[in-house]
């Protein structure tokens, strides 16, 4: 089986850091997500995602750690979370600053739009 390769965006002021390495088993989103057109910036995460899932990692643990994110960037990161809920052994990681009660709130209201993903919540 070929080897998947890796996304590695760094992040900038409108677009996440995103890493998605299946090899050494890096699955995470950073930062702050208002890009332009958010489809078509999600668009090749969502691609890698359906590859992915037809032979993931025994366990899959998604990173999410961002700062701010707009409405349209919100509906692909719960196409992404839709995706997980499609591949056994995955779970979340739900990183928010302490002080940030809406990003907590975000990850809260997301873990209950997908039941079947576990959704760990970490405060830094």
Do not use: C
Not at 13 to 20: A, G, H, W
Not at 65 to 91: C, H, M, Q, V, W
Not at 101 to 121: C, I, K, N, Q, R
Request: no cysteine.
């Amino acid at each position: 089986m070929a080897t998947m390769e890796v996304i590695n965006l760094e992040g900038t002021e409108d677009t996440p850091k995103i890493i998605l390495d299946k090899e050494r088993g890096i699955f995470e989103i950073s930062g702050r997500s208002l890009p332009e057109d958010a489809a078509e910036f999600y668009a090749p995460i969502l691609e890698w995602l359906d590859r992915y899932q037809a032979a993931p990692n025994p366990e899959t643990i998604f990173r999410f750690k961002l700062e701010y994110f707009n409405t349209a960037s919100s509906k692909l990161i719960l196409d992404i979370l839709s995706k997980l809920d499609n591949i056994p052994g995955s779970r979340v990681v739900w990183y928010y600053h302490e002080d940030d009660e809406d990003m907590e709130e975000a990850g809260e209201e997301f873990s209950e739009l997908v039941e079947t993903v576990p959704f760990e919540f970490k405060s830094y």
